[in-house]
């Protein structure tokens, strides 16, 4: 079974600049989060959509950033523009519904933003 | 504001010693306590998780201790090998309905001397 896939694994912009990140979850999992970890701190949560709708998006640092999830599939989170305290590793991760067997969070390996 | 605490920053052991992480939390609400290892280039991986009504939880060498009334939690790794050198997070989560975000300690770099 294959995991949850995000690309591209690294990503170099400029300032100013446009990113988009993409998240591929494990077939069937309802739930997808999005977590960034910035510069060796805390893993800290973005945001949490339940198939297509966003459950929570609380953690969202602002209105520079963008997240979707088309028919409640792959997500994809953009970044415009791009500011350099924006730099960081961002996780994708995605767990089935509560009251099924395993809610495991799965994550995906990453994408390294580094904004310059 | 930081509700999960994660210490020491960095750890080095010695092969066959023992690796003891600490974390502390704010919210009396989580119910679900996991540790996340994570190799560089991955993404975190769940190592072991405890619910708050288990005082401590054993898998292989990997034991979680858990003290509800201080509201700390730990990892310990007996028997430390190389290949466990890794990052380790500690990790809470309060369920609701739907899910439930995971709120993160700082992370441990893990070295372990042959």
């Known amino acids: 079974e294959a995991g949850v896939t995000q690309f591209p694994s690294h990503s170099v912009i400029e300032k100013g600049q446009t990113v988009t990140l993409r998240c591929d979850p494990i077939s069937g999992h309802d739930n997808l989060y999005w977590y960034r970890r910035v510069m060796g701190k805390e893993i800290k949560f973005l945001l949490h959509?339940?198939?297509?709708?966003?459950?929570?998006e609380s953690g969202m640092p602002n209105n520079r950033f963008l997240a979707e999830r088309t028919g409640g599939t792959y997500s994809t989170l953009k970044v415009q523009p791009a500011e350099l305290e924006d730099s960081g590793v961002y996780f994708c991760a995605s767990s089935q519904l509560f009251g099924t067997a395993n809610t495991e969070a799965f994550f995906g390996q990453g994408t390294r933003l580094t904004v310059v | 504001q930081q509700q999960v605490k994660q210490s020491p920053q960095s750890l080095i052991v010695q092969k066959g010693g023992i690796s003891i992480i600490n974390c502390a939390y704010e919210?009396?609400?989580?119910?679900?306590f996991p540790w996340y290892q994570q190799f560089p280039g991955k993404g975190p991986a769940l190592l072991i998780a405890?619910?708050?009504?288990?005082s401590e939880k054993k898998e292989g060498r990997f034991t979680i201790s858990f003290n509800k009334s201080a509201k700390q939690f730990s990892l310990h790794i007996m028997d430390s090998q190389p290949g466990d050198s890794a990052t380790y997070f500690c990790?809470?989560?309060?369920?609701?309905?739907?899910?439930?975000?995971?709120?993160f300690g700082q992370g441990t770099e893990l070295s372990v001397k042959p």
């Open positions: 405890i619910r708050p009504d288990v």
């Open positions: 959509f339940v198939k297509e709708s966003k459950q929570d």
């Open positions: 990790a809470a989560r309060k369920q609701d309905n739907q899910g439930g975000k995971l709120i």
């Open positions: 919210n009396t609400a989580f119910d679900y």
